[in-house]
């Protein structure tokens, strides 16, 4: 698999065709901005992208002009502007995100557990939307994050269905990379675990992405039976005995039936046309 994350490899791509190089950088830099918790500095940039210093000024110089980023003069970083929230409200729009978050927030009233949209991204899954629990005992999490889909059940949904499957797991090292204790340890497991997962309609992570979190997701399906996207409930181990998976796979399934509905059938469903909605930081 190729080394680096997707924006590193996007910043370092070769210069054809013309213009590609230099696209990839600003989308690098933009999904930066997305995933960083707080403003993001030009020395960051640097070092995550490996742009020499005066590329990276040139790079947030003309998207601060777009109005894609804005300077924080407090803290000289940068975060998303307010063209880049336009285009993301308008991206989510045309994909029927605004109408499947309703159906998230009613999932999650129904279970008050966090209820993620998941989306796959290559040979990773990426939140794209997320109705956070508001249970004391909780796992913090935020639109963009990235995980393997080895290991989650958002990834697990996601290839379940996938016509890549077979040839995804099979590129796989023959000892996967252990996230945690439970991580799946074998490319052979991972397909047991697949076929588990068509039979019954959803998958189930126990603790194998991150420690003390369980979650269990369904795919979302176009009317040909591609998964564009992942429904996921995120729950504290504690709070997710089998029983209780037997009793929330029901309604899981029936949700994400919902949110099939109502996204698009002939549009591809990839985080970077989320990557732009979300709301920018007061300066």
């Known amino acids: 698999m190729a080394a680096g994350t997707p924006h590193e490899r996007a910043a370092k791509a070769p210069d054809s065709p013309a213009g590609t190089q230099a696209i990839g950088r600003a989308v690098a830099v933009l999904r930066l901005c997305v995933e960083a918790e707080g403003d993001v500095q030009v020395t960051e940039i640097v070092s995550r992208l490996g742009l020499t210093p005066g590329t990276a000024h040139r790079v947030v110089g003309a998207l601060a002009a777009e109005g894609l980023l804005t300077r ?76 393997p889909l080895y290991s989650t ?49 959803y998958s189930v992570d126990n603790e194998e992405n991150v420690e003390g979190v369980s979650s269990i997701g369904a795919p979302v399906l176009d009317r040909h039976g591609r998964a564009q996207a992942a429904v996921v409930v995120q729950v504290p181990t504690v709070r997710l005995p089998a029983t209780r998976i037997s009793e929330l796979a029901p309604r899981l399934l029936e949700i994400a039936g919902e949110v099939a509905e109502v996204l698009p059938t002939d549009r591809t469903m990839h985080p970077a046309r989320f990557a732009l909605g979300q709301v920018p930081k007061d300066a």
Do not use: C, W
């Open 72 to 147: 924080n003069p407090a803290t000289e970083g940068y975060y998303l502007g307010s063209t880049a929230i336009l285009l993301g409200q308008a991206a989510e729009r045309a994909l029927g995100a605004d109408r499947a978050m309703p159906l998230l927030k009613q999932l999650n009233a129904e279970t008050n557990e966090s209820v993620n949209l998941v989306v796959r991204d290559g040979d990773e899954s990426v939140v794209v939307m997320r109705v956070q629990s508001t249970m004391p005992l909780r796992f913090e999490q935020h639109p963009g994050a990235r995980f």
């Open 153 to 201: 059940a958002s990834g697990k949904a996601l290839m379940s269905v996938a016509e890549d499957a077979d040839a995804y797991v099979a590129r796989l090292p023959a000892h996967l990379p252990q996230v945690t204790a439970n991580t799946l340890a074998t490319p052979g497991e991972l397909a047991e675990e697949l076929a588990r997962t068509r039979e019954r309609g």
